[in-house]
C-alpha cells in the first residue's frame, strides 16, 4: 500500500469519474476564482480527505490498529508556483479562500533560513496551511540540503469537512498542503508514508498531541475500502473490503453540533488521556515486568506506549517459559492483559501523581519532566484502571472486526443479519467503552447513539475524539430514512439549527479515495 501519491494526467480527467462527477461545479468554481484572485491559472490541484473511524477510538496513539475510511468531503488546494527572485533572502505565500468571507485572505513572507511562526494560541485558519508548509519544508531541506530555495506559491483553498465534528478537516487540510508543498517546489513524486509521517508531526504544532490515525486515512485510502492502519512496528496502510450483505450496509454520520474544540480543551481532554495511557503504560511495566525493564522508546506520541508494554511483556514472558509451553495469538495477548491490568490498577478512583510517581521510583521533579513538560494537561488523579481497560478492550474489538470481515461466515447465505449484527455489536461495544472506561462521549452522543439504534442501527457510536462532535452509524440500507427521520424529531427539531447546518447533519457515505494531485491544462 505504500508508494507514491497519484498524480492525475489532466484535471479534466477526473469528472468523469463517478466519486468526483458531481464535485465538478465546486472544482469549477475553485479554479475560476484562483483566476479571479491571482489573474493567472493554477498549476494543480492537491486534494486530501477528511475520514470517518468505523473503530479502533482513542488507541492509535498507544500504537494499536485502527480502522477509518476516508470521506468523500475533502480539503482542496489549487496552487501557481514561481522561483523566489534572485537574491531574495525570503519567499511569499499568498494564500486565499473560496468562502473569503469566513476565511480572509492572506500573505506572508519566510525567510529562506526559516522559521516559520506559529501562534497556536491564536485561532487562525492559515495556522494549519502554515503547518503543512513547515513539515514539508524541514522533509525538502533534509532531501536537498542547505542549498534549497523555497518557491513563491499563490493559493486558493476549498474546504468542505465539516469543522469541529470529529471528520478530521484538519489532517485533510494538513495533509493536502504538505502534499501541495512538496509538488510546487518541484518533487515529482511524493511518498504516501513520507507524506502521513510529516503531516502527523506538522499538526502537533497547534498544540494537540495527536496519533496518525487521520492523516494515514486522508493519506493512503482507496475508494470502495475501508483502511486497516497499523502503528507498529512501522506505520502500515492496507485497504480492507466490506463483504456484501444481505441486507447492504451503509454508515450514516450523525453531527451532535455539540462543539469540542480540541485545542482548546486539551489539558483536561485529549492530551490529559494521552498522559494517562502513557503512565498506565509506565506503571504496568513497573510492576509487570523484571525490575529495571525500560520501555522501547516508540513512535507513541509521548515515546512509551502501551503496545510497548505490551511486547515488552510478552517478550519477557517468551524469555521464561510462557512461550516454550504455547505460542498466542494477539488476540489472546490482549486477554491477557485485560486480565492483568484488573489485577494491577485496583484503584477505580484513580492514583496521584505521588503514588505513580513512587511506584516509578521517580522523584517528583522527574515526574513532572518525564510526562508533564511536553503539553500541558490539568488533573488531580489519573485513572490509569479504566483508561488501560478502554485501550485493550478496544484493540481486542478492532481485531475482531477485522478477523469478521475478512473472515465472513456468513457466505452463501441469503440474509446476514446476524453478521451484520455482530458487527455493530463490536461498535456498540467502542461506544459503552468510550462512555464508561474512557470519558470521552457526552449526554448528546449518548442520546444520538439511542435514538439511532432503537430506529434500526446495528451499531452506533462516537468517531473521532468525542466529547461532543460526530457519531457513526451502521445501518442497513432499508432503514437509512428511519434513522435519519428519527434523528430530525429526536434530536435536531429541539436544537436551533442554521440552514446549511441542518442540510449536513446526516450524512451516508460512501468510503472515498486518498491524497491525490490533480494537474490543471
Ligand atoms: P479527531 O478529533 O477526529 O481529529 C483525534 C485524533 C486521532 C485519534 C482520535 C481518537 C487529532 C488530529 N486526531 O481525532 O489521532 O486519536 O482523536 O481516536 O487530534
Ligand atoms: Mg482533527
Same mark, same amino acid.
Request: charged share 20%.
Given at each position: ?31 475560476? %476564482? ?53 537574491? #531574495? ?16 485572505? +492572506? ?18 485558519? %492559515?495556522? $494549519? ?6 513539515? @514539508?519544508?524541514?522533509?525538502?531541506? =533534509? ?24 471528520? /478530521? ?32 508531526? /506538522? ?13 494515514? @486515512? ?15 512496528? +512501522? ?24 462543539? /469540542?474544540?480540541?485545542?482548546? %480543551? ?55 517459559? $510462557?512461550?516454550?509451553? =504455547? ?23 484513580? $492514583? ?128 437509512? #430514512? ?8 429526536? $434530536? ?9 447546518? +441542518? ?19
Amino acid at each position: 500500500m505504500s508508494g507514491p501519491v497519484p498524480v492525475a494526467g489532466a484535471l479534466a480527467d477526473i469528472y468523469p469519474t463517478p466519486a468526483l462527477a458531481h464535485e465538478a461545479p465546486r472544482w469549477n468554481r475553485l479554479l475560476a %476564482t484562483f483566476d479571479a484572485v491571482y489573474g493567472h491559472r493554477a498549476d494543480f490541484v492537491s486534494r486530501s480527505p477528511g475520514r470517518v473511524n468505523i473503530i479502533g477510538e482513542h488507541i492509535d496513539y498507544s500504537l494499536y490498529s485502527v480502522l477509518p475510511m476516508a470521506i468523500t468531503f475533502d480539503a482542496l488546494f489549487a496552487v501557481r508556483a514561481s522561483p523566489a527572485p534572485e537574491g #531574495a533572502t525570503s519567499f511569499t505565500i499568498r494564500i486565499a479562500n473560496v468562502q473569503g468571507d469566513k476565511f480572509p485572505a +492572506r500573505e506572508f513572507s519566510v525567510p529562506l533560513a526559516g522559521p516559520i511562526d506559529i501562534d497556536a494560541a491564536k485561532f487562525e485558519w %492559515t495556522n $494549519y496551511f502554515k503547518c503543512g508548509l513547515r513539515g @514539508a519544508l524541514e522533509l525538502l531541506h =533534509k532531501k536537498r540540503g542547505p542549498g534549497c530555495r523555497p518557491c513563491n506559491m499563490d493559493v486558493v483553498m476549498d474546504g468542505n469537512v465539516p469543522v469541529g465534528g470529529g471528520l /478530521s478537516s484538519s489532517a485533510a487540510f494538513v495533509s493536502a498542503t504538505a502534499l501541495a508543498v512538496m509538488v510546487a517546489n518541484g518533487e515529482k513524486t511524493v511518498d504516501k508514508t513520507e507524506l502521513t509521517e510529516l503531516a502527523i508531526v /506538522s499538526e502537533r504544532a497547534v498544540g494537540v498531541n495527536a496519533g496518525g490515525m487521520d492523516q494515514s @486515512a486522508s493519506v493512503f485510502s482507496e475508494p470502495g475500502s475501508a483502511l486497516f492502519v497499523s502503528f507498529s512496528p +512501522r506505520l502500515e496502510a492496507r485497504p480492507v473490503q466490506f463483504p456484501p450483505t444481505n441486507p447492504e450496509l451503509c454508515f450514516v454520520i450523525a453531527q451532535s453540533f455539540v462543539t /469540542s474544540n480540541k485545542q482548546v %480543551t486539551a489539558p483536561i481532554h485529549y492530551n490529559l488521556r494521552v498522559v494517562e495511557v502513557t503512565l498506565a503504560a509506565a506503571y504496568l511495566n513497573a510492576v509487570l515486568n523484571p525490575p529495571g525493564t525500560e520501555l522501547p522508546a516508540d513512535a507513541g506520541s509521548l515515546g512509551t506506549s502501551l503496545r510497548g508494554f505490551h511486547d515488552t511483556y510478552f517478550y519477557h514472558q517468551n524469555a521464561s517459559d $510462557y512461550g516454550a509451553v =504455547k505460542s498466542i495469538t494477539q488476540e489472546e495477548e490482549l486477554q491477557k492483559l485485560i486480565e492483568l491490568t484488573r489485577g494491577a490498577l485496583t484503584q477505580e478512583e484513580g $492514583y496521584t501523581r505521588e503514588e505513580i510517581a513512587r511506584v516509578l521510583n521517580l522523584s517528583a521533579a522527574d515526574f513532572e519532566k518525564r510526562f508533564l513538560s511536553s503539553f500541558p494537561v490539568r488533573a488531580e488523579r489519573f485513572k490509569l484502571r479504566q483508561r488501560a481497560l478502554h485501550v485493550f478492550t478496544e484493540a481486542l474489538r478492532v481485531l475482531k472486526f477485522i478477523t469478521l470481515l475478512e473472515r465472513p461466515l456468513h457466505t452463501g447465505r441469503s440474509d446476514t443479519t446476524p453478521f451484520n449484527e455482530e458487527l455493530g455489536g463490536l461498535m456498540n461495544a467502542t461506544q459503552d467503552s468510550c462512555r464508561d472506561l474512557f470519558e470521552c462521549s457526552c449526554p448528546e452522543l449518548d442520546q444520538i447513539c439511542r435514538i439511532a439504534r432503537a430506529a434500526g442501527a446495528y451499531g452506533s457510536r462516537l468517531t473521532g475524539a468525542g466529547w461532543g462532535g460526530c457519531s457513526v452509524h451502521l445501518v442497513p440500507a432499508n432503514k437509512v #430514512a428511519d434513522v435519519k427521520a428519527a434523528l430530525e424529531r429526536e $434530536y435536531y427539531a429541539s436544537k436551533d439549527l442554521t440552514e446549511e447546518q +441542518r442540510e449536513n447533519a446526516v450524512v451516508v457515505s460512501r468510503p472515498a479515495g486518498g491524497s491525490a494531485i490533480y494537474l490543471v491544462d
